[in-house]
């Protein structure tokens, strides 16, 4: 018996975190040893029939029977001719024509013989009834084997959810299962939390009896979605995994292969990761010239809350001295990211920062520093006025208002950036959401594109994102 989940033996599938909308396939197997069954009918001689004679012969349900006008040979009917070898085709012919037969069977004529052969491995019912006294047909009947114990049953995968039962799925055994999990997953996930889930897998045969074939458990389920060069399941343990997508790049292996930014005027930073351990985070922060010198750094602790599972997002303070190039964020002295200091040379457009929930399922951000444009556009809705009205009041109008409808429409430019730091522009436009602080309040945003810029040709690129602010906007 082999269970498999995403092609990892089902002994070492767990402590894994899979996403919402990356492919979660689970796959149960065994040995596909045996044989075919088989029907031979050999037509013998001498066989002529008239209008008195009448025969049948029933198969897997199906009935089949003779003809005395060979046009009438159609469908499940057959025609006795002179000769054997016709006879033979035109049984074939009959049977073929029955649906049970013609799926379970491949069905051939050799010579004045019938054979009906079956499709897969595994035993099958053969039973043949026919015409009592009927002598001009020899059957012979092989039974099929087969050495897997899920042949001709149901695979039942039981969900489960912090131990509560969610739901059953089930298909038939051919070879092969495959489950798709990823739809009945994504029900169950959770913004920014990890929610832990685990398979029960066993087998019905055709008499009801149940056997249990395993399981799959110790996993959880986070939001995320797929992109180029990401992981498609991540493998937690006590040690710290950042949940942010940060190796797409070509450069700057020792830290982050992505380029990431935060501005000079900054005051906080987000920070997701995964882990086991239910221990205080060490957070160092360490601001770095332009020669990579240590300028000064601070440490912070944490304190983990396991109500989010294995998933947490702490926020640390930044004090970011006007002569840092770069912030260097370490946790537990483990992983490291490295944030380039933005400083936009016209201060005036100030910082509008992003947050989404990245491929991985943690909070990223952007901070954009460049041009700000904000549109407002309205629609209204009127009604015209009542004429009997004309000559009764002091204002003279055709139309009054019923409803006004505004939307915000937000266009901002990223600082000139270098090719490796288009990639976190481009999580943010995959991401389901994403939202923003204005004048205070965090509002949910709809992100309705994203573009790239390259400057003269010379591998220095403006960024320009377009969202809407998702709220009601009816007066």
């Known amino acids: 018996m082999n269970i498999k989940y995403n092609n990892i033996d089902s002994a070492q599938a767990h402590g894994l975190v899979t996403f919402s909308d990356v492919p979660a396939i689970l796959e149960v197997s065994d040995t596909t040893g045996g044989t ?56 074939c012919n009959a049977l073929r024509s029955c649906p049970t037969v013609a799926a379970s069977f491949v069905v051939y004529v050799d010579g004045n013989k019938v054979i009906c052969y079956a499709r897969q491995i595994g035993p099958i019912d053969m039973t043949v009834t026919m015409t009592e006294g009927l002598s001009y047909l020899t059957l012979t009947t092989v039974a ?18 912090y131990y509560n039962y969610v739901t059953t799925l089930e298909k038939n055994y051919h070879n092969n299962c495959r489950f798709d999990m990823t739809p009945v997953l994504a029900t169950m996930s959770k913004y920014g939390e990890t929610v832990p889930y685990s398979f ?19 996993n959880s389920v986070s939001v995320g979605y797929m992109v180029n060069q990401g992981d498609k399941f991540l493998t937690i343990n006590d ?28 005051t906080t930073i987000p920070i997701s990761f995964y882990t086991t351990s239910d221990d205080n985070i060490t957070a160092t ?13 601070s440490t912070q602790t944490k304190s983990i809350v396991d109500e989010d599972g294995l998933l947490h997002t702490i926020t640390l303070d930044l004090n970011i001295p006007a002569n840092c190039f770069y912030v260097d964020v370490q946790l537990n002295n483990l992983q490291k990211l490295r944030y380039d200091v933005i400083r936009p040379m016209n201060t005036s457009y100030g910082c509008q920062r992003i947050y989404w929930i990245n491929s991985y399922g943690g909070t990223s951000f952007i901070d954009l520093v460049g041009q700000k444009t ?41 600082h000139l950036i270098t090719e490796d730091g288009q990639w976190q522009f481009y999580d943010l436009l995959q991401s389901p959401r994403a939202w923003t602080n204005i004048n205070g309040q965090d509002y949910l ?31």
Do not use: C
């Open 36 to 91: 075919k069954a088989l029907l031979q009918i050999t037509v013998d001689s001498g066989w002529t029939a008239t209008a008195n004679n009448q025969y049948w012969l029933t198969f897997q349900g199906n009935t089949i029977s003779n003809v005395i006008d060979p046009k009438n040979a159609v469908n499940k009917n057959f025609y006795i001719a002179s000769d054997r070898h016709s006879t033979a085709v035109s049984i």
């Open 144 to 161: 099929g084997t087969a050495d897997s114990i899920l042949a001709n049953n149901k695979i039942m995968v039981d969900v489960y959810s």
């Open 200 to 218: 029960e897998i066993s087998a019905l045969d055709e008499s009801g009896t149940s056997t249990s074939l395993g399981s799959v458990t110790g």
């Open 239 to 266: 040690n710290i995994f950042i949940a942010q997508n940060v190796g797409r790049g070509k450069l700057r292996d020792a830290y982050n292969s992505s380029l990431l930014y935060v501005s000079a005027d900054a």
């Open 285 to 297: 922060t360490t601001y770095r010239d332009s020669a990579y010198n240590t300028i000064t750094s």
């Open 374 to 414: 904000i549109e407002n556009t309205s629609e209204t809705v009127t009604y015209n006025k009542n004429h009997l009205d004309y000559y009764t009041t002091n204002i003279n109008e055709k139309e009054i208002v019923y409803d006004v409808s505004t939307n915000t429409n937000y266009t901002l430019k990223s």
């Open 445 to 475: 945003i709809i992100v309705d594109s994203v573009s790239s810029a390259e400057q003269n040709n010379n591998g220095v690129y403006e960024m320009t994102v377009k969202f809407r602010v998702s709220q009601p906007t009816s007066l």
